[in-house]
């Protein structure tokens, strides 16, 4: 009988620990979160930044132009309060608490927006880098239209890699870094070829800017700039369902197959919601109801039925937007109700890890 014990422990101990040592080698790099280190105080940077947000003009309707800037403090740009209040995205310790709610999210790849070379966004990629690796996490990045011309891209790009590409937490893919591509149908696919293109006149390919370069699909006509622009994929970064034909979840199943007819890569983007009246107040039509997480649920669910290679999810920290996950806190003041998750501010870090789970396990 102990014979038996013994063997039967045994084998409950070896299914543990295989079972363990499976899911600690899951690979996590196939869930990439967007994330914005654009916030500023006064306490470490001198100035306000992003929390006191301009309430955006609207394109057409002169209603709605001149209202001026939120004043930072209880009046933020933001439908929703952080619990970390006005934090400075250069402050080592919110970094810290920012990675570490990351890694318990499930996520693998922190998606970082990046403004150039000594824009507010590059002040403290070197911390990230540092703090990410501690974490076991890596770091990509989001390249926002802050150029004019593919020329001053390709210098901008040759900053980034001479700068930060050694590091063990710059995240590379069968040797290639990944970036994500932002706005990219502001320039021409004619352009975009001179740069992506093996035979282009500028181009990046085999050499040391070479990359897994990711652009934006946003219309349905973005086929035929993905046809001829030379991008190795694409993203659908909207988290409001059908604001944009990408970001249109009965869409997916036409843009895997596109991508996979073409040898491109397809990362479709969910969120928990979308909310961003504060700064533009007339974009109600847009406004996601996080339904409790039911909302973020059915996006992931819809992602991973096409059976992507990377999901992305859109965002830990856009409070401009009201896509964070990243833990708020229920205020009220005499001018606003902000919105809140319920009971729980890290309800949407548990919950990003179950469906991250969901997708990475094939349950």
Known sequence: MNH?????????CTFFFSKSFAQENIPRDKVQIFYYGWYGNQAVDGSLQHWNHEIIPHWNNPKW??????KGGDDIGANFYPALGNYSSN???IIEKHM?????????????SWLGKDSFTDKSVSKYLDIADRFNLKIAFHIEPFYKTITELRDQLSYLVKAYSAHHAFYKKDGKPMFYVYDSYKISPEEWSKLLSKNGEKTVRDTELDALYIGLWVEEKDAAFFETSGFDGFYTYFASEGFVYGSTTSNWDFLSRFAKDHKLIFIPCVGPGYSDTRIRPWNEANFKSRENGKYYESMFDAAIKVKPEWIGITSFN?????TQIEPASPKKTSRFTYEDYGKDPWMYIKETKRLTDKFLKGK
């Open 4 to 12: 038996l014990k013994r063997f039967l422990l045994l084998v409950a």
């Open 100 to 112: 570490k709610m990351i890694k318990e999210s499930g996520v693998g790849v922190v998606v970082i």
């Open 91 to 93: 402050d080592v310790k």
């Open 65 to 70: 132009n001149n209202l001026g800037h939120y």
């Open 318 to 322: 856009e409070w401009h937007e009201g």
